[in-house]
């Protein structure tokens, strides 16, 4: 397994169909799993993906609708089942807090496990730790509906011929990390002699909205964007009416965000050839993907 793989597990939008279930997205990521809006039957989608779901660490909620948010009280069960040790972070908008809380206790049981809320009220930063930023911006969906940006930290990466050359060994590595310098046989050694910084990386996910400008500040340079195209652009007016977006509208988010990779999902119920959404959405950005359930991206 990659340490940086996205697993497709669920990729319709209000109603799920015979191949396609309620969207869900799982990132593996920094030995972490990030879970974003768990529709119903997510619990379930992880069995045939043949992944834990003791492997989420944090649970993102754009908005609550159902779709995306009714797999929330059935993975926090799950995990308090499997008495995960780590905390669990969820991320959801303020706004909608007795949303959240409707799904985390609707049922009767006993809690083992530490579940942290971020009630997000702005944009900016939410959160930010040893190995994740976590970014929001609300979108523009009649109710308050975020798309998330997740940036790893930098990183030093060593040089082990230098650190070699350098007679930098054991204790010593940690040593010259903390202070920038040590000094080895008489000599001062510089972190950067032996050392390289590997830049942070990016994703965006971006799920129900109408095209807005905020988008394309969300996803900049991201490496993966996931982002919502309900409609295709013969169902413009269809996308305007419900504040959707069209794989056309989505593909232009990706080109202007000059993101690496665009993965389309949140298909409505009423096409069945996928194909439409990658060839309508090539036309203005090449590298992109259609989501199907089941399916892995690394990156």
């Known amino acids: 397994m990659s340490n940086k793989?996205?697993?497709?597990?669920?990729?319709?939008?209000?109603?799920?169909?015979?191949?396609?279930?309620?969207?869900?997205?799982?990132?593996?990521w920094n030995e972490e799993g990030l879970l974003?809006?768990?529709?119903?039957?997510?619990?379930?989608?992880?069995?045939?993906?043949?992944?834990?779901?003791?492997?989420?660490?944090?649970?993102?909620?754009?908005?609550?609708?159902?779709?995306?948010?009714?797999?929330?009280?059935?993975?926090l069960m799950r995990l308090n089942l499997d008495k995960v040790r780590h905390k669990v972070h969820c991320y959801y908008p303020k706004s909608q807090k007795k949303n959240f809380d409707y799904l985390r206790y609707g049922c009767i049981y006993h809690q083992t496990i530490e579940i942290v809320e971020h009630p997000v009220e702005e944009d900016g930063i939410v959160h930010e730790d040893d190995k994740f930023k976590i970014e929001a911006s609300f979108m523009q969906h009649g109710i308050d509906s975020i798309a998330y940006r997740i940036t790893e930290k930098d990183k030093i990466k060593y040089d082990r011929e230098k650190l070699k050359k350098f007679n930098v060994f054991g204790s010593n590595v940690k040593k010259l990390e903390k202070n920038k310098t040590i000094k080895i046989d008489n000599k001062t050694v510089k972190l950067e002699d032996v050392s390289w910084l590997k830049k942070a990386e990016s994703i965006c996910v971006i799920l129900d909205s109408k095209y807005c400008d905020q988008m394309v500040d969300i996803a900049k340079n991201s490496k993966v964007l996931i982002c919502e195209s309900t409609f295709l652009e013969e169902h413009k007016n269809l996308a305007k009416k419900y504040l959707h977006m069209t794989a056309k509208e989505a593909a232009l988010v990706a080109k202007k965000a000059k993101v690496d990779m665009l993965i389309l999902t949140h298909f409505s119920a009423r096409y069945t050839d996928l194909n439409l959404f990658e060839n309508e959405a090539k036309e203005v950005f090449q590298n992109t993907n259609i989501a199907i359930d089941l399916e892995r991206f690394t990156f």
Request: with cysteine; charged share 15%; glycine share 10%.
């Open 5 to 28: 793989e996205v697993i497709i597990l669920g990729t319709s939008s209000q109603q799920p169909t015979r191949y396609r279930n309620h969207g869900a997205y799982l990132f593996r």
């Open 36 to 75: 974003f809006d768990p529709g119903e039957g997510t619990q379930r989608q992880f069995i045939f993906a043949n992944v834990a779901p003791t492997c989420v660490n944090r649970i993102f909620i754009s908005h609550f609708h159902g779709d995306h948010c009714l797999g929330l009280g059935s993975m």
